[in-house]
Nanobody
């Protein structure tokens, strides 16, 4: 079994910063990708950013230049540094991990989500 745990959400004013952390643990052989998604009230869950095979990064257009994703592949951990936060960044942020387990099969795991609220 694999667990994905996020931390670091909270309330911040417009223009402020937050750093989210996510750690995957359990029977992990390797981590293919880890990333962050968010879901605002009444909207679909969307990709914010991801890091693939510990190297390549992808970002949503709306966060480019403001958010930075980084990872510690050895510890199956990913971070999301969010700067110049705007009210439209408000939502529940979910960590996603694409993991090859000890059975060598690949599974998709989600964290429980952490709330980010940006006040105007």
């Amino acid at each position: 079994q694999v667990q994905v745990v996020e931390s670091g959400g909270g309330l911040v004013q417009t223009g402020g910063s937050l750093r989210l952390s996510c750690a995957a643990s359990g029977r992990i052989f390797s981590t293919n990708a880890m990333g962050w998604y968010r879901q605002a009230p009444g909207k679909q869950r969307e990709l914010v950013g991801q890091i693939i095979n510990g190297g390549r990064t992808d970002y949503a257009e709306s966060v480019k230049g403001r958010f930075t994703i980084s990872g510690d592949n050895a510890n199956n951990t990913v971070y999301l540094q969010m700067n110049n936060l705007q009210p439209e960044d408000t939502g529940v942020y979910y960590c996603n991990a694409v993991v090859r387990t000890m059975t060598l099969r690949v599974y998709n795991y989600w964290g429980q989500g952490t709330q980010v609220t940006v006040s105007s």
